[in-house]
């Protein structure tokens, strides 16, 4: 176990690879000797990203098909919060990449597109994640993606040499935000684009879920308003935003209260509920000036 600490930024990083090492776990990823020592390793419901619903049910709802799904086999743990490849302009030789890349998802949708002449790099800073990611991708035979340890603030990735960064719901979940943003300009290629999914605000949270590092780790807590959101992307150098879809993110939080790790009356349902009216799962899309 790390010792303890009083950064606020470090025990929300530590909590969040906890949370996610303990999903790749329960997915059949071995457990590091650090990892299975933690009584709160393990996703606080079949969605770690929401409450009482499973895998699959939550992609068809977060936008994938059925197609998808097969694709994907695996890698998919219910852990999105939308589909940032439905509306993304994907080319075969292209390379992409997948920031928080889990167990493989969405790497290995994006992998099929650009065939055998593009790659997808994935990066992931949880070794079970990554663990789980590659023995996917091994079983797939998908040899045009690979997958990197790494945070996103320090993305292992040369500088300008990325055609398309995708990520679903991970960016909420980084406390420097900031930093994360320019490594996504630094690395995207001139022309190059970005189509994230993530969680933004449309109001501010109730106290309590803003306060609960679990509701951060949920994916709630971290989330930014909407406006702020677009501002980091012209703040890095981006251009052409859009905000292509916005769906209602109610079901990403329902039973959040219940949760085991948050303990029985920390978060009033009411408080949930109106977290769920906040919160709504949104698409961006931005470029890369040549």
């Known amino acids: 176990m790390n010792p303890p600490t009083d950064d606020p930024k470090t025990t929300i990083v530590e909590q969040v690879r906890l949370r996610y090492a303990g999903a790749a776990v329960r997915a059949g990823a071995t457990p590091t000797e650090e990892t299975a020592k933690e009584p709160g390793a393990s996703c606080c419901a079949p969605s770690c990203c929401g409450g009482d619903i499973d895998a699959a049910t939550l992609a068809r709802a977060i936008g994938y098909d059925e197609k998808d799904l097969a694709t994907a086999g695996e890698g998919n743990l219910g852990l999105g919060c939308g ?13 992409v990449l997948d920031l928080g890349s889990g167990a493989g ?11 055998p002449t593009g790659r997808v790099i994935g990066v992931d800073m949880t070794e079970e994640m990554l663990e789980l990611a590659r023995r996917n991708a091994q079983a797939r035979g998908a040899t045009n993606v690979e997958f990197r340890k790494g945070r996103l603030e320090a ?12 990520s679903n719901c991970v960016l909420n979940l980084v406390p420097d935000k900031p ?13 190059g684009t970005i189509s994230v999914s993530d969680l933004v605000l449309l109001a501010p949270l109730p106290a309590s879920v803003q306060a609960s590092v679990e509701a951060y780790v ?4 971290g989330a930014s308003p909407l406006g702020e959101y677009v501002t980091r992307l012209f703040e890095v150098g981006l251009a052409d935003v859009q905000i292509p879809k916005v769906t209602s993110a109610a ?3 329902e039973g959040l209260e219940r949760a085991p790790g948050i303990g029985q009356g920390s978060l009033p349902p009411a408080d949930v509920a109106a977290a769920g009216q906040a919160l709504v799962s949104a698409v961006f899309h931005a470029r890369k000036p040549q």
């Open 105 to 115: 998802f969405d790497a290995f949708l994006a992998a099929e597109r650009v065939g």
């Open 179 to 191: 930093a994360a943003f320019r490594e996504i300009a630094r690395v995207l290629a001139p022309g």
């Open 83 to 95: 589909n940032p490849l439905a509306l993304a302009a994907i080319k075969p030789g292209m390379t």
């Open 251 to 253: 079901l990403m939080v």
């Open 155 to 166: 993305l292992p990735v040369e500088d300008g040499t990325v055609d398309l960064v995708i």
């Open 218 to 221: 949920g994916c709630i807590a």
